[in-house]
């Protein structure tokens, strides 16, 4: 419902185009699919958040690995995602009437989507236990972050001076190589990929040694 919402306020009221290179020429395939690891992300890392207090009981009164809940957060949101994956290669094959042979290396992009996810969520689930605001401040960056990565534009869109911003927005690298793998015929560029699995490994390991540093007083402030 919420891609329908947006095409018809960029597409049919605001007549927006693919610019001309593009992966596509169908609005609705290119907005979609650049939405599709937004989605994942987000929907990890929000819930994530308040998962520990939320979860309170498991932590104070049995010997529960905290670790497990925002894994357990990301395989739930796993499932919409392939749901809406899934919507996506059917709609490409009745609009574009093939599907690239490059959707099979998506499972690494879900990968790493994962790997990022849990690292932040790790991280954001400890500090909402000791700072109770952290979840209404994490809405808030996360409404930013979404409109500084390319999903209703163009890179090519965002003004040279302040590009660095999408360069540093592992996000960025993932929008596109959706669009690359799911629209197209283009193989992965190895530069790309590399920066994606620093991002997401690096996160993931900070993210466990920052949330295994807090849990030790997850009890006592719980």
């Given amino acids: 419902m919420l891609l329908l919402s947006w095409t018809f306020v960029f597409k049919v009221c605001l007549k927006m185009e693919v610019p001309p290179g593009e992966v596509t020429q169908s609005y609705t395939l290119w907005l ?25 009981n498991l932590i104070t009164k049995t010997v529960f690995p905290a670790e497990i809940i925002p ?14 994956v899934a919507l996506l290669l059917v709609a490409t094959l009745s609009i574009a009437g093939n599907i690239s042979a490059m959707a099979l290396t998506l499972p690494l992009y879900v990968l790493l989507v994962g790997l990022f996810s849990i690292g932040i969520g790790w991280i954001l689930a400890a500090l909402q236990v000791y ?11 996360l409404t930013l972050w979404f ?9 090519a869109q965002i003004p040279a001076n302040l590009r660095f911003i999408v360069h540093a927005n592992p996000l960025a690298y993932m929008v596109r190589a959706y669009r690359e793998r799911l629209l197209s015929y283009r193989t992965p560029d190895p530069a790309e990929l590399g920066i ?16 295994r540093h807090l849990k030790r007083g997850f009890a006592d402030v719980l």
């Fill in 147 to 155: 409109w500084v990565t390319p999903i209703f534009i163009t890179e």
């Fill in 131 to 141: 700072l109770r605001d952290t979840a209404q401040v994490v809405m808030v960056v």
């Fill in 196 to 211: 994606l699995a620093a991002y997401a490994l690096a996160t993931f390991v900070i993210g466990g040694l920052f949330f």
């Fill in 32 to 56: 979609f699919c650049g939405y599709l690891p937004w989605m994942l992300f987000q929907e990890t890392v929000s819930r994530s958040s308040t998962s520990i207090l939320e979860n309170s």
């Fill in 71 to 84: 894994v357990s957060i990301f395989l739930s949101s796993l499932l919409n995602h392939l749901i809406a």
